[in-house]
């Protein structure tokens, strides 16, 4: 059979068990990046051509379950029920099967179309681990196709079951698993109950029924809006009290006991393991990384090896960006007669927006090496080892993952704190958040400590400005952890993957993905935040400066020097008309009125307006600086942003360690403040914050100033 309708495919699974590999490897290069709709949860789709036909796979964000705590589990469950994609593959680690089939049996309950894909089953052959895949699909009620994302068996076949499961040509019988009794009769209850309701017709009864038993949420949220809740309510409140008469417990965890057991009569009918029971070579690596002595040591160690690398690698190709963006202002100036055409283009878009892109690399390099330690499993060890330090400052264990996500992003990492259960841990979390180096403020740590420090040093200053950040953070989680948010935090508990080799393909992924991301923002938000400055920074005309200028080019037209002598006096004239005219400006005046706070510093006015610009977004104080220096610079030949602030009196080592530092620990960006409103709930709490980071900041960089100039 060729030709036929399009078909869309869910592709789930738990963290680190291929889904992404596998994605990759079937969608080959047809992927775009974009976020969920109402969340910033990146969402990752593709597409392959199979017989005439269009696949659309949606790499939805790896989970344990699909009850609704993180922000993972909402997206992942509310796209199955919504978009009611025509086939879910469950993509589930082979060499670890028990602890993923909680998910697949999550999914046999909501009914979908399932194809379950028995992923890394070369590791499952290496380990002599036997399947008996036969059994476990009629057991899970889904046919199972084993595969392998990093040999890339097995997709061919994956790709013609999706098609053929989507268009009914094969198909086994679902498995309804079945509870204990009392949940039974409930659920049969509940259900319909929940029939009879007409504007949940197209819901499935049964599934929302076990939700309520649950009392999930988002179940409870829907129901209540109709008439029939008064019944299900009554019904709900007999289930429980005939459990707890039963087996003193409640539904919920008789549901979920029930859920193990099956799990378990799974693994013991189909999965055969000769070495369970042995030590690994991951158990024997645990041994080392998760010791109580060498672990933390370790750790600082890999993330110190992480920012050396990146600095090292990315320093030429930093240096490769920058001269071609030299060359490219080299060769537009000539080229632009007018002082102000010239000016927008060399010294607005080129300088600024430049100024960020040069960056490019060193962002690349630090993701790659986030994610390298994210494949491999690594960074979940990383959570146990911070376990302990994170207690001291009573925080929760879990608190670890959200902050380590911080250094990408604020955003998702603050959305990411609803998976701690309780509040208090919640909020601490939250407010420590933004003093993690997110990735918008490595542009201005490499461009400041390459400018003022050699390689080597400016590589140990980027990590201690990232231990900062962390130290900052915990210490105010500690404050607020006890006084207004005093309460005792829960054990942290979490599965530790094997360790395995990334693919190349998952890494160069995520990769580029990053730097499509990180052009996008330069190419939109950026640009128009530098045409901003530009405009404010050479508006309003003083006509004394301009009738100053044209004044010292008649003078120098009319002088007996040569061409060349008299070239290099107009650009030195029009640059100092530039810096008048800047001070004149807009941002200039506001720069004014902030000096004053800022001197005690080490900052000028133009470090002032690029500090306001920020809170937009980090990248934009590089792309004010570049903008603003460059007006009024002069040279012969255009330079380089890390040239010109160290020609630049206003600017020195001190400067730039104490400006790092402000920028690490001063108010997150707006969008960052408007997701922390929605999480706390109130803006009274933020603004509190507001001022208490801008304190922080300003102490913290006056003290870094002023040892710096001790030193110096």
């Not at 601490?428 to 403020?441: E, L, Q, V």
């Not at 693919?503 to 992924?509: D, E, G, I, R, Y």
Request: hydrophobic share 50%; aromatic share 8%.
């Amino acid at each position: 059979m060729s030709g036929g309708r399009d078909i869309t495919v869910a592709l789930t699974g738990n963290p680190n068990a291929g889904k992404s590999s596998l994605f990759n490897a079937i969608t080959g290069a047809h992927q775009r990046v974009g976020n969920f709709p109402g969340v910033t949860i990146e969402k990752h789709e593709g597409y392959v051509d199979y017989q005439g036909r269009r696949i659309t796979v949606v790499d939805l964000p790896g989970t344990y379950s699909l009850t609704p705590f993180s922000p993972e589990e909402i997206v992942t469950r509310r796209f199955i029920i919504d978009e009611k994609p025509d086939v879910v593959v469950n993509v589930v680690e082979g060499a670890n099967l028990e602890r993923n089939l909680l998910l697949t049996v999550q999914l046999m309950e909501m009914e979908v179309e399932l194809l379950v894909a028995l992923n890394m089953i070369d590791e499952v052959e290496e380990k002599g681990i036997s399947i008996d895949v036969k059994q476990l699909q009629q057991l899970l009620g889904s046919h199972i196709v084993p595969t392998s994302a990093r040999q890339k068996r097995g997709i061919e076949a994956l790709i013609d079951h999706i098609a053929r499961v989507a268009d009914g040509r094969i198909g086994i019988a679902k498995n309804k698993l079945a509870f204990s009794p009392e949940v039974e009769r409930a659920l049969d209850k509940i259900a319909g109950l929940l029939s009879h309701e007409r504007e949940l017709d197209g819901a499935n009864h049964r599934w929302l029924a076990i939700k309520l038993l649950e009392n999930d949420r988002e179940a409870y949220g829907l129901v209540r809006q109709h008439p029939v809740w008064v019944r299900v309510e009554l019904a709900l409140q007999e289930a429980i009290i005939e459990c707890e008469r039963m087996h003193r417990t409640d539904p919920e965890v008789l549901i979920t006991e029930d859920r193990q057991a099956f799990i378990r009569g799974a693994m013991q009918e189909c999965v055969g393991n000769p070495h369970a029971g042995k030590a690994t070579l991951t158990d024997r690596i645990d041994t080392v990384v998760l010791n109580r002595v060498l672990g933390l040591p370790i750790f600082l160690a890999v993330v110190w090896g992480i920012f050396q690398m990146t600095f090292s690698l990315g320093a030429p190709l930093t240096r490769g960006l920058e001269y071609l963006f030299m060359l490219a202002a080299g060769a537009l100036a000539p080229r632009l007669p007018d002082p102000l055409a010239r000016s927008i283009l060399v010294d607005g878009i080129l300088s600024g927006v430049g100024g960020v892109v040069v960056f490019l690399p060193n962002i690349v390099l630090l993701f790659i090496g986030l994610s390298f330690l994210e494949a491999s499993g690594y960074m979940a060890r990383a959570a146990f080892v911070i376990d302990k330090v994170m207690h001291r400052f009573g925080l929760h264990g879990k608190s670890f993952i959200p902050m380590v996500t911080g250094f990408g992003c604020s955003i998702p990492a603050i959305m990411a704190t609803r998976t701690l259960k309780s509040r208090s841990d919640r909020l601490a979390t939250i407010m420590a958040i933004p003093f993690m180096s997110c990735g918008a403020k490595l542009p201005l740590y490499v461009l400041l400590a390459g400018a003022f420090f050699p390689p080597a040093t400016a590589a140990n200053v980027m990590f201690g400005i990232y231990l900062l950040g962390i130290a900052v953070g915990l210490w105010t989680a500690w404050m607020l952890k006890s006084t207004v948010l005093k309460s005792e935090s829960e054990p942290f508990v979490m599965e530790l993957p094997p360790y395995r080799w990334p693919t190349l393909a998952s890494v160069v992924f995520q990769a580029r993905m990053k730097a499509v991301m990180y052009l996008k923002k330069a190419g939109t938000l950026i640009l128009a935040a530098v045409m901003v400055i530009w405009a404010a920074s050479n508006f309003p005309r003083s006509r004394e400066v301009d009738a100053g200028l044209a004044r010292d080019k008649a003078r120098i037209e009319a002088s007996g020097a040569g061409i060349d002598q008299k070239e290099h006096a107009v650009r030195l004239a029009e640059s100092k008309a530039q810096a008048a005219q800047l001070e004149y400006s807009v941002a200039g005046r506001a720069g004014r009125l902030l000096e004053p706070l800022i001197s005690p510093l080490g900052f000028d006015w133009r470090i002032g307006i690029a500090l306001v610009t920020g809170l937009a977004a980090k990248e934009v104080v590089v792309s004010t600086l570049g903008t603003i220096v460059s007006i009024g610079h002069a040279g012969n030949q255009p330079a380089d942003l890390a040239t010109i602030l160290r020609s630049d009196p206003a600017f020195s080592p001190a400067t730039a360690l104490s400006l790092m530092v402000f920028v690490l620990l001063y108010i997150p960006c707006v969008a960052s403040m408007g997701v922390m409103k929605k999480e706390v709930g109130a803006w009274k709490p933020v603004l509190a914050y507001t001022g208490y980071v801008v304190l922080v900041a300003w102490i913290a960089a006056f003290i870094t100033y002023r040892l710096a100039l001790l030193m110096t």
